[in-house]
């Protein structure tokens, strides 16, 4: 089945649940506000909730996305021996979690925004290091 057509058969088995919904809505109301708050956050978040069918790099379920980012956590502690990886976040930016499979054509142009990066880096280096000497 293709990406599409998941992303469509996702789309129309919830929009059967929600009509589900609404039966038991009429059946208890007792319900209707808890029903009809689900159904609202549902509408308020329905283009977002399909991303992960039409594009199979993006993980279905937070704990596939949180599996990740354990992993490279875990590889930067095993890499350089600190727990917090929170400067190399800051330092590196979304370069952390860059792929070249992604999309080769904007190579020249993600070189660019790396040697900015490093270079911001640098020069917070060097002020740390004599800020004297940096600012004259």
Same mark, same amino acid.
């Given at each position: 089945m293709s990406p599409e057509?998941? /992303?469509e058969q996702a789309q129309t088995d919830l929009?059967?649940? =929600? +009509?589900? +919904?609404?039966? =038991?809505?009429?059946?208890?109301p007792e319900h209707k506000l808890l029903i009809?708050?689900?159904?609202?956050?549902?509408?308020?978040?329905?283009?977002? =909730?399909?991303?992960c069918f039409a594009n199979p790099l993006i993980p279905r379920a937070n704990n596939d996305l949180e599996q990740f980012f354990r992993a490279l /956590?875990?590889?930067h502690r095993r890499v350089t021996g600190r727990m917090s990886w929170?400067?190399?976040?800051?330092r590196i930016g979304e370069f952390a979690v860059?792929? =070249?499979?992604?999309d080769v054509s904007k190579l020249a142009e993600v070189r660019k925004l790396w040697d900015k990066r490093v270079e911001n880096?640098?020069?917070?280096?060097?002020?740390?290091?004599?800020? /004297?000497q940096y600012l004259d």
């Open positions: 057509a998941r /992303k929009r059967g649940f =929600l +009509l589900e +919904l609404e039966e =038991l809505e009429r059946e208890h009809r708050d689900i159904i609202k956050m549902t509408h308020s978040y329905w283009d977002g =909730l399909f991303v /956590k875990s590889g929170n400067d190399y976040i800051i860059f792929d =070249l499979r992604q880096s640098r020069k917070q280096g060097r002020f740390r290091k004599d800020p /004297k």
